[in-house]
Nanobody, 120 residues
Framework: QAQLVESGGGLVQPGGSLRLSCTASRTIFRLYAMGWYRQAPGKERELVAAFSSGAYKDSDDTNYEDSVKGRFTISRDNTKNTVDLQMNSLKPEDTAVYYC?????????WGQGTQVTVSS
């Protein structure tokens, strides 16, 4: 049974925007620190943006990879158990498979991944 379900990837021109969404179970959403990672061809998976704690802490502490600061915004909706990634001013180097992640101590859940391609 999938724990994390992603949606929202696709093809966009440079400078464009996309919004990714990840839906989790209520338990995971509340207890796990959720975020987004990406993996480009030939590169290691890297953190894009993540909350520092689960929703139960009601904290907005977040971490962003340096290259996306000011362009990407992570948010969560407590009524829908979703974590979204709004991506603006997209660049070709943002092209990658984006994965939703939920982490708590040694436990990690991953989504199936969604392709984001930035190309003219």
């Amino acid at each position: 049974q999938a724990q994390l379900v992603e949606s929202g990837g696709g093809l966009v021109q440079p400078g464009g925007s996309l919004r990714l969404s990840c839906t989790a179970s209520r338990t995971i959403f509340r207890l796990y620190a959720m975020g987004w990672y990406r993996q480009a061809p030939g590169k290691e998976r890297e953190l894009v943006a993540a909350f520092s704690s689960g929703a139960y802490k009601d904290s907005d502490d977040t971490n962003y990879e340096d290259s996306v600061k000011g362009r990407f915004t992570i948010s969560r909706d407590n009524t829908k158990n979703t974590v979204d990634l709004q991506m603006n001013s997209l660049k070709p180097e943002d092209t990658a498979v984006y994965y939703c992640n939920a982490a708590r101590g040694p436990q990690n859940y991953w989504g199936q991944g969604t392709q984001v391609t930035v190309s003219s």
